[in-house]
């Protein structure tokens, strides 16, 4: 049967000289003695069948010399006790288990052994045979070998061993003092023998009762480790609703505000309006950052970043990186240096880029003077990129916690400038994702090396690295009029009105719908929209999946959609990739956007 699992708390002490090794009404008690009576009756049966066949031997043994109706007659008796106690363990497993019943079971057990102890002792009085040593030597033996043999299973419950011992043997010993100075050397052996059992039972008993407690103890342990797990699991899973709710709620008027941001270009044209709004550019492209990294982590927790791995060079990925970061280093007067002599390498250009750019944020963002490293080199089938600083450093003890979420050096006021300390954590998850090894070198005050170890690619499998290059950066060209009709579904009053203002200012005609119905309704009055563009949260729990399927059936027509979301749930990241449809996070950038409404011009031409 299933072990029971005893609470937190320290087990009292038993006393395992005792008869009984369940008195008391500590629960923890209880529990070993249950488990002890368990084992008792679960490995009873080997010496059952064992004492069984001893009667048998007997009538063999002493046929000729012992009267032959009480020999059978004790055979008879011996194998009855034997036949009850196996009804008594067959009894024990069929019945249904109550809460403190083990002692009763223990004292049953108890006296049937007390009842085999008898006949033995018995045997031992009434079969002596002074003038047959092989009768004498063989009965002797079975008295010892039984108690002997059954030291084991018996000590589980202390009490019916002894009730076996104490009667076999002393009714031996008395039948050898009696017989008179010949033997009673035999019967003070026996009783030696006795005292020798006692004490071996004793600690025999200990050590199989301490092994439950221990049993029982781990299974304490156990149990509490799981339901600290599931306290650890409930919390992460908290943390990521917490932050998949907070990010769609910010990203909404975040949303909002990029596309008016947009719009209001077309509208300034003084230097002091032109100024301020590049200073309102310039804080939402932090925010962007910000959030865009809270969505690596889930797009990284949902399980649905896959790996696009190919032969490039890492030329054109560096010299990109370079343009971008060189002037923000020379802002901080660092100094700036790529070294690159084109190393082919094998891995996703797009997931390697986004390791690579946490790592050089990093490293402007913690250096103060001196300057940075970009350095590749190949050695050994293996291509290492490696960013190395002069910033402040990472204490040894600390170099293995940078790697956690929301960790940060030397930003006790979580100074948001700084990040949310997600960078690295980013960076790990995808080294292995990617199968590439990171390694970290630092020192407090002299700087950093960190670096992407990946294997070499083949030359001669080079793609296009302007294609590469393209894959992950903003999408620019003539901004000519799009003459499209536009189906917008968002349940936000103010990201449906920036939407239109963008949309109409690229020549778009807009319909506005705050849910599936009022879209349907939309289409139903005669709109028909060459795209639909869909929130994926709306009202009373729908979502823009369900409105775009809804809109196609009506129609009868595959209406290209896009999905903008705020959610960044993995389940609900891996709910919009399974629909099949294009998925776009918000804050939208304009020029994604734009290109998407171009990339379905382009196609429809």
């Known amino acids: 049967m299933p072990l029971p699992v005893m ?18 009404t500590d629960s923890q008690t209880v529990q070993v003695t249950a488990q002890a009576i368990d084992f008792l009756y679960d490995n009873v049966n080997m010496v059952l069948y064992g004492i069984l066949l001893m009667p048998i031997a007997m009538v063999f043994v002493m046929w000729g010399r012992i009267d032959h109706a009480l020999l059978l007659l004790w055979s008879a008796v011996v194998i009855g006790i034997v036949l009850v106690r196996l009804l008594l363990v067959r009894a024990y497993k069929r019945r249904d288990p109550v809460p403190g019943d083990a002692p009763r079971w223990g004292r049953y057990f108890t006296l049937t052994a007390l009842a085999n102890g008898l006949a033995w002792g018995l045997a031992g009085m009434v079969f002596f045979s002074p003038d047959s040593a092989v009768v004498q030597v063989f009965l002797y033996t079975c008295v010892i070998g039984l108690a002997a043999g059954s030291i084991i299973v018996y000590s589980y419950w202390l009490e019916s061993y002894y009730a076996f011992i104490i009667p076999a043997f002393s009714l031996c010993a008395l039948r050898l003092v009696a017989e008179g100075e010949d033997y009673q050397w035999l019967g003070l052996l026996l009783m030696m023998l006795v005292v020798i059992l006692f004490k071996l039972g004793s600690k025999t008993s200990s050590a199989a009762l301490a092994s439950i407690r221990l049993h029982l103890e781990n299974q304490a342990l156990i149990e509490k480790l799981r339901e600290e797990k599931e306290i650890a699991e409930a919390a992460s899973r908290d943390k990521t609703r917490f932050l998949a709710s907070a990010s769609h709620d910010l990203r909404q008027p975040i949303h909002a505000l990029t596309l008016y941001s947009e719009a209001l270009h ?6 002091k309006g032109r100024n301020m709004l590049a200073s309102m550019g310039r804080s939402i492209a932090a925010l962007n950052q910000l ?33 971008e970061y060189a002037p923000q280093a020379q802002a901080k007067g660092l100094a700036w240096c790529i070294e690159t002599d084109g190393h082919v390498v094998r891995s996703d250009p797009v997931l390697l880029e986004t390791m690579l750019r946490n790592l050089i944020s ?23 990129v490696e960013v190395a600083d002069t910033g402040i450093g990472i204490p040894l003890e600390q170099q293995r916690e940078v790697f956690r979420e929301f960790f940060q050096l030397a930003n006790p006021e979580r100074d948001r400038s700084q990040g949310l300390g997600l960078g690295l954590s980013i960076v790990e998850r995808l080294a292995t994702l990617l199968k590439h090894r990171i390694e970290l070198e630092s020192e407090p005050g002299k700087g950093t090396r960190i670096a992407v170890v990946m294997q070499a690619g083949d030359p001669s499998l080079l ?16 901004w000519e009029s799009l003459d499209m009709e536009v189906l917008v579904i968002d349940d936000e009053a103010s990201v449906r009105e920036s939407m239109r203002v963008v949309l109409e200012d690229w020549g778009c005609e807009v319909t506005l719908a705050g849910g599936a ?12 929209p060459q795209v639909i563009i869909a929130d994926y ?31 960044t749930h993995p389940e609900r990241l891996r709910e919009v990739q399974e629909s099949g449809f294009k998925l776009m996070h918000k804050p939208a950038q304009p020029a994604q956007l734009r290109a998407f409404l171009r990339h379905l011009l382009r196609h429809k031409a």
């Open 7 to 24: 609470k937190g708390e320290c087990m009292t002490s038993i006393q395992h000289g005792n008869a009984s090794a369940g008195k008391g």
């Open 266 to 271: 077309s509208e300034l044209n003084n230097a």
């Open 291 to 323: 959030l865009g990294s809270l969505l690596d982590i889930s797009k990284l927790d949902a399980d649905i970043v896959r790996p696009s791995c190919s032969d490039f060079s890492l030329r054109n990925l560096l010299i990109r990186l370079g343009d």
């Open 362 to 384: 990093n490293a402007i963002r913690y250096t103060f003077k001196g300057g940075i490293v970009v350095h590749c080199r190949e050695e050994g089938g293996e291509v290492t």
């Open 463 to 478: 793609e296009d690295d302007a294609a590469n290059g393209q894959r992950h950066g903003n999408i620019t060209g003539n």
């Open 517 to 528: 119905q009022e879209a349907l309704d939309a289409v139903k009055n005669g709109a028909m």
């Open 537 to 567: 949260r709306l009202r009373d729990g729908k979502t823009g999946v369900q409105a775009i399927k809804l809109l196609r059936q009506e129609t009868g027509s595959e209406i290209p959609a896009l999905i903008v979301t705020g959610d």
